[in-house]
């Protein structure tokens, strides 16, 4: 008399209501992989049923009808069983049966217990692994001369890995990429082809350099934050660039902002040398302020206490040199004609230091 079935899974004991009753023994067909110990609560019986095989558990007086399972996998190939469930059947009081008929084997249930099964499968419509223990080992594929590294790996509980030192790997799909965890590239990521997408819900690690080929845009919350259009472009849709926890460029929508937090500094730098330099101090330009039309081009100053020549250090001639002497009863001239590419001419009465300053 048929029972029921029951499902199992490694480590995670469980029981069966079975009749106490009116029967001699209960037979139990054990069509998975896993090692199974089998109690009749209060009935005096305790035995091991073996994967693939189906045993008599007799019921004997004090059996209260609840039949306590507790299962585990010692088999390294459990997932090639065709189930992970227990099968049982009531023998009467008055059936032939008898114990001295059991265990027997379920056929082609037992055929490479205890082996790693190794065969080259070149189709197949569906792999099914169920009630394993997490890292069970689902394809696994070595390749040749590649020692004991694992090109390819992929376990029950959704650990997959693509390629190994030797082999890189890489993964080509033509849609979408959708990941929920970290996404990890411990060396250069290449994401291109026309309607390539990839989608991280939470983190995009690359440890090397990310390449995207065409435009680009990083949503937040569904809104586009910062997109590229794949020409040189990249537009901020809050207009505020942050750096290092603070903000380095803000455009308020009139001005745009350079924010250096602390004691920083902005540099202009060109051909590797600084040009301009803007701190808490203020402005500073290595080369001096240049203006393209009207405005002042050069300017340098200096003192001299004779009369002569004095070279002025600019880039031409001088449109204009003023004199100042130290003392307010000297006098001093200087005149226009005697401006040259190098040098100005300057005359005072006494031996004091003048000052001067020439630009042009």
Same mark, same amino acid.
């Given at each position: 008399?048929?029972?029921?079935?029951?499902?199992? $899974?490694a !480590?995670t004991n469980t029981?069966?209501?079975a009749p !106490? *009753?009116?029967?001699? $023994?209960? /037979?139990?067909?054990?069509?998975?992989g896993l090692?199974? %110990?089998?109690?009749?609560?209060?009935?005096g019986? *305790?035995k091991t049923l073996?994967?693939?095989t189906?045993?008599w558990?007799?019921?004997?007086?004090?059996?209260?009808?609840?039949?306590?399972?507790s299962p585990v996998a010692?088999l390294?190939?459990?997932s +090639?069983?065709?189930?992970?469930?227990l099968i049982f059947d009531?023998i009467?009081?008055n059936d032939?049966?008898q114990? =001295?008929m059991?265990p027997i084997?379920?056929?082609?249930?037992n055929?490479n217990?205890?082996n790693?099964v190794?065969?080259?499968? %070149?189709? +197949?419509?569906?792999?099914?692994n169920? $009630?394993?223990?997490?890292a069970?080992?689902?394809?696994?594929?070595i390749v040749?001369g590649d020692?004991a590294n *694992?090109?390819?790996?992929?376990?029950?509980? $959704?650990?997959?890995? /693509? &390629?190994d030192?030797?082999?890189?790997g890489?993964?080509?799909?033509?849609?979408?990429?959708t990941?929920?965890?970290?996404l990890?590239?411990t060396?250069?990521a290449?994401?291109?082809g026309?309607?390539?997408?990839v989608?991280?819900t939470?983190n995009?690690d690359v440890g090397?350099?990310? %390449?995207?080929?065409?435009?680009?845009? /990083?949503?937040?919350?569904g809104?586009? *934050?910062i997109?590229t259009?794949g020409?040189?472009q990249l @537009?901020?849709?809050n207009g505020i660039?942050?750096g290092? &926890?603070s903000n380095?460029?803000?455009?308020?929508g009139?001005?745009?902002?350079v924010?250096?937090p602390?004691?920083?500094?902005? +540099?202009?730098?060109v051909n590797? =040398?600084?040009v301009?330099t803007v701190?808490? +101090?203020?402005?500073?330009?290595a080369?001096?302020?240049?203006? @393209?039309v009207?405005r002042i081009?050069?300017?340098n100053n &200096?003192t001299?206490a004779?009369?002569?020549?004095i070279n002025?250090?600019?880039?031409?001639a001088?449109?204009a040199v003023i004199?100042?002497?130290?003392?307010?009863?000297?006098t001093? %001239?200087?005149?226009?004609s005697?401006?040259?590419?190098?040098q100005?001419?300057?005359?005072?009465?006494?031996a004091?230091?003048?000052?001067w300053l020439a630009?042009r």
């Amino acid at each position: 008399m048929s029972l029921g079935t029951l499902a199992i $899974a490694a !480590n995670t004991n469980t029981s069966f209501d079975a009749p !106490n *009753q009116g029967v001699k $023994a209960i /037979l139990i067909g054990n069509e998975s992989g896993l090692t199974v %110990t089998i109690a009749m609560e209060s009935g005096g019986v *305790q035995k091991t049923l073996y994967p693939g095989t189906v045993d008599w558990f007799d019921v004997r007086k004090g059996f209260t009808g609840n039949v306590k399972i507790s299962p585990v996998a010692i088999l390294n190939n459990v997932s +090639t069983f065709p189930s992970s469930t227990l099968i049982f059947d009531a023998i009467g009081l008055n059936d032939s049966e008898q114990a =001295s008929m059991y265990p027997i084997a379920l056929p082609s249930r037992n055929t490479n217990i205890g082996n790693t099964v190794s065969s080259s499968v %070149t189709s +197949t419509n569906s792999i099914d692994n169920e $009630a394993n223990p997490a890292a069970t080992s689902i394809i696994k594929s070595i390749v040749s001369g590649d020692g004991a590294n *694992q090109a390819v790996s992929l376990t029950n509980d $959704a650990v997959m890995v /693509l &390629g190994d030192t030797a082999n890189k790997g890489s993964l080509t799909t033509a849609g979408p990429v959708t990941v929920g965890g970290t996404l990890t590239s411990t060396g250069d990521a290449t994401f291109n082809g026309a309607g390539t997408s990839v989608e991280c819900t939470n983190n995009l690690d690359v440890g090397g350099t990310a %390449t995207i080929d065409g435009a680009t845009t /990083l949503d937040s919350g569904g809104t586009s *934050q910062i997109t590229t259009d794949g020409n040189g472009q990249l @537009n901020l849709a809050n207009g505020i660039l942050n750096g290092r &926890g603070s903000n380095i460029l803000n455009y308020t929508g009139t001005n745009t902002h350079v924010i250096v937090p602390g004691a920083g500094a902005v +540099t202009l730098d060109v051909n590797g =040398s600084t040009v301009v330099t803007v701190d808490s +101090t203020g402005l500073s330009i290595a080369t001096g302020i240049n203006f @393209n039309v009207g405005r002042i081009k050069d300017i340098n100053n &200096g003192t001299f206490a004779a009369s002569g020549t004095i070279n002025h250090g600019l880039s031409g001639a001088p449109a204009a040199v003023i004199l100042c002497p130290d003392s307010g009863s000297s006098t001093w %001239t200087v005149g226009a004609s005697s401006y040259t590419s190098t040098q100005f001419t300057g005359t005072i009465n006494s031996a004091l230091t003048t000052r001067w300053l020439a630009y042009r």
